[in-house]
């Protein structure tokens, strides 16, 4: 039996802490971290899997685009 290999783009953000918390925005609910980046993403493949087995129903994927910062007067 061949295994189905997904990509997911994952966002990756440092909190005031200065953990890593890694997100995955096709997978609501999706999300890890870790003291590192390397240990944030090695963390994440796991929740993905978990999530993926948890939840059967198939997760339609999106298309990344990009990222972009906004400036916003306040």
Same mark, same amino acid.
Do not use: S, W
């Given at each position: 039996?061949?295994?189905? /290999?997904?990509?997911?783009? *994952? @966002? #990756?953000?440092? &909190?005031?802490? %200065? #953990?890593? *918390?890694?997100? /995955?925005? &096709? #997978?609501? %609910?999706?999300?890890?971290? %870790?003291?590192?980046?390397?240990?944030? *993403?090695?963390?994440?493949?796991?929740? #993905?899997?978990?999530? @993926?087995?948890?939840?059967?129903? &198939?997760?339609?994927?999106?298309?990344? *685009? %990009?990222?972009?910062? /906004?400036? /916003?007067?306040?």
């Amino acid at each position: 039996m061949q295994k189905e /290999v997904r990509n997911f783009t *994952v @966002l #990756i953000e440092q &909190d005031e802490d %200065g #953990i890593y *918390v890694a997100k /995955v925005p &096709d #997978i609501p %609910g999706c999300y890890t971290q %870790g003291k590192t980046v390397q240990q944030a *993403v090695e963390r994440v493949k796991e929740a #993905i899997q978990v999530c @993926l087995e948890a939840d059967k129903e &198939d997760h339609h994927q999106m298309k990344f *685009v %990009g990222l972009q910062q /906004v400036e /916003v007067n306040l």
